[in-house]
T-cell receptor
Framework: AAGVIQSPRHLIKEKRETATLKCYPI?????VYWYQQGPGQDPQFLIS???????DKGSIPDRFSAQQFSDYHSELNMSSLELGDSALYFC???????????FGPGTRLTVL | GQNIDQPTEMTATEGAIVQINCTYQ??????LFWYQQHAGEAPTFLSY????GLEEKGRFSSFLSRSKGYSYLLLKELQMKDSASYLC?????????FGPGTRLSVLP
């Protein structure tokens, strides 16, 4: 069965650079969620989109933005990167809002 | 995280039963989920409770009491591969909040 796809799987950036993470949900899933997980920490919900509109908002910094496109894939844009942004970024998708979420493998971002 | 409490670590023996408790702040509650996460991997969905009572799914069961802000995950017939972190998570208003997770070690 098709799963959530995230790209890239690994990304290394310098401080103050920008990064774009991509997420391709499971086919026919209409909701996408973004999470940040630091080492030894629980995942922190950033933001979600339902039917291409922002749905719920968690602790997403102002330096980050995201959107969901017409084909339901989503991109997380991160600007003015800081060392503290180094983390595993998960995308998840579901059919309908607030339902069972299927997680992608994550993108490991390292900021040097 | 954010007013969700779980035991930090638990240890159990292969073949045994273990219960992992989760308490949460009830304001804005809109559903509780349990996820399993192996180190460095993505969380995997285990169960979903929105109404009071017990949900059973194979070797895993989850219970919810909304008035008490309490849930537990019951794992039966433990296997070595069940060694992982177990995360309780709730929808609270517009925010999806994970608990700190319980690291379960299954011993032979």
């Amino acid at each position: 069965a098709a799963g959530v796809i995230q790209s890239p799987r690994h990304l290394i950036k310098e401080k103050r650079e920008t990064a774009t993470l991509k997420c391709y949900p499971i086919p026919r899933h209409d909701t996408v969620y973004w999470y940040q997980q630091g080492p030894g920490q629980d995942p922190q919900f950033l933001i979600s989109f339902y039917e291409k509109m922002q749905s719920d908002k968690g602790s997403i910094p102002d330096r980050f933005s995201a959107q969901q496109f017409s084909d339901y894939h989503s991109e997380l844009n991160m600007s003015s990167l800081e060392l503290g942004d180094s983390a595993l970024y998960f995308c998840a998708s579901s059919w309908g809002q607030h339902n069972e979420q299927f997680f992608g493998p994550g993108t490991r971002l390292t900021v040097l | 995280g954010q007013n969700i409490d779980q035991p930090t670590e638990m240890t159990a023996t292969e073949g045994a039963i273990v219960q992992i408790n989760c308490t949460y702040q009830t304001s804005g509650f809109n559903g509780l989920f349990w996820y399993q996460q192996h180190a460095g991997e993505a969380p995997t969905f285990l169960s979903y409770n929105v109404l009071d009572g017990l949900e059973e799914k194979g070797r895993f069961s989850s219970f919810l009491s909304r008035s008490k802000g309490y849930s537990y995950l019951l794992l039966k017939e433990l296997q070595m591969k069940d060694s992982a972190s177990y995360l309780c998570a709730v929808w609270r208003g517009q925010n999806f909040v994970f608990g700190p997770g319980t690291r379960l070690s299954v011993l032979p």
